[in-house]
């Protein structure tokens, strides 16, 4: 159970390092006046790309490490060693492909919203953290709230899919000793 939490802390951690390189790249603003303030502590001197990597780090691995233990609470743990690599990476494939598609959704959004929408709402952003690029700073906005929906759907769309593929197996188990009760010894 704690290597599946590790692996899924690991993962997420590096997801969100990388998703914060697209992020800064569309807006440095949402970082430079934003979230490294959030996360003064993780400043080292870096650059700021790194800084920004470091950033989606420390704001992603807890998320990995609390669906992947729920994961394995719900029993990827459980199946043989044979079968946990697959289940594991079909579950993890389940959560990172629904955060890169509905982060990637958010992404479309928010372009529209920033490119053709009225942004009077994001005013307050606007001038508590004298945006210059407020349109670049509303896309990163709807991207990284997209993709924290994505990992929650996600992980809900693996537990389940962890929890049907566990009850399957415990199934064929029970179906293969009572045929057979010296199967199982």
Not at 114 to 119: K, S, V
Not at 146 to 158: C, H, M, N
Request: glycine fraction near 10%; hydrophobic fraction near 55%.
């Amino acid at each position: 159970m704690l290597a599946i939490t590790f692996l899924g802390a690991a993962l997420a951690g590096i997801y969100g390092a990388l998703h914060d390189q697209i992020s800064y790249t569309i807006s440095p603003e949402y970082f430079t006046k934003m979230k490294f303030q959030q996360f003064w502590y993780a400043n080292f001197g870096w650059p700021q790309r790194v800084y920004a990597s470091e950033v989606g780090f420390l704001a992603s691995w807890w998320v990995g490490a609390i669906g992947a233990w729920l994961l394995a609470r719900l029993g990827l743990d459980g199946f043989p060693p044979a079968m946990r690599r697959r289940y594991v990476a079909k579950a993890f494939a389940i959560v990172f492909g629904s955060a890169a598609i509905i982060g990637g959704a958010g992404l479309l959004l928010g372009t529209i919203v920033a490119h053709q929408g009225d942004l009077r709402d994001w005013k307050e952003f606007k001038d508590a953290f004298d945006l210059q690029d407020l349109p670049g700073f509303v896309i990163v906005a709807y991207l990284h709230a997209a993709s924290y929906l994505g990992a929650l759907v996600g992980v809900v769309a693996a537990c389940a899919y962890v929890w049907f593929a566990e009850r399957r197996m415990r199934m064929a188990i029970q179906a293969t000793t009572v045929s057979d009760p010296n199967a199982r010894a």
